[in-house]
């Protein structure tokens, strides 16, 4: 076998595994996967594994790898210095429907455990962290770009921007797998009307808050 195809086998089994590895997080759980549930899943044999990956943490790491390029690939081609704001809606758009599109009832899931085991899971959180970090460079200059040409309120925060859009995309996954049968077009509408700041018909002034008597 030539070295270029034993690259490609090893590179199929890493996806293969991967790959059971998504159904059995979905079905299971982070915690409640083991490396013999993804073994079967798979269909492979005893200890194979073992031979690409030593821990779920691993295969948790190989997951967000294929999730980085893939955001990389995708922030290319949507982002290519047009209207600043149109991009950074279509990258937000983009997000919401890598976990809420056709295979909801697998990403909207496996996204939710791996959110949650990262609260216990020092390794996946780390790896869910650098995930986030490696897209926020783009969308924050999206968002200063923004702001700059009048799109977005230059007296906003150009960081917090980004994690209340974050925030936004990780609710409505959450939503999408309590209900993985419910039509999330609608939210996605109402979404964007937050984000582009049509969701009210005239400007609004929040009210002022009133301070508490404590004289008694």
Not at 161 to 166: E, G, K, Q, R, V
Request: hydrophobic content about 40%.
């Amino acid at each position: 076998m030539s070295p270029k195809v034993t690259e490609e086998y090893l590179e199929e089994r890493r996806r293969q595994i991967i790959n059971a590895a998504e159904v059995c997080f979905a079905r299971l759980g982070i915690h409640g996967t083991t490396l013999e549930n993804i073994r079967t899943e798979a269909g492979l044999s005893r200890g194979a594994v073992y031979h690409y990956f030593k821990s779920k943490e691993d295969i948790v790491e190989g997951l967000r790898e294929r999730s980085r390029k893939a955001d990389m690939l995708a922030f290319e081609q949507n982002v290519t210095g047009g209207d600043p704001l149109e991009e950074l809606l279509a990258i937000f758009k983009y997000a919401l429907r890598l976990n809420i599109g056709l295979r909801r009832h697998i990403d909207s899931r496996v996204a939710t455990f791996l959110w949650a085991e990262a609260l216990i899971n020092e390794r996946i959180h780390a790896s869910q962290m650098r995930l986030l970090e490696a897209n926020r460079p783009l969308a924050l200059r999206l968002v200063k770009r923004a702001q700059e040409e009048g799109q977005i309120n230059p007296d906003l925060p150009a960081e917090a921007a980004i994690d209340s859009l974050f925030s936004m995309a990780i609710g409505l996954t959450i939503f999408a797998a309590w209900e993985p049968d419910k039509d999330m077009g609608p939210a996605l509408q109402v979404a964007e009307a937050l984000a582009t700041g049509t969701f009210l018909t005239q400007p609004h002034s929040p009210p002022r808050a009133v301070s508490k008597d404590t004289s008694r």
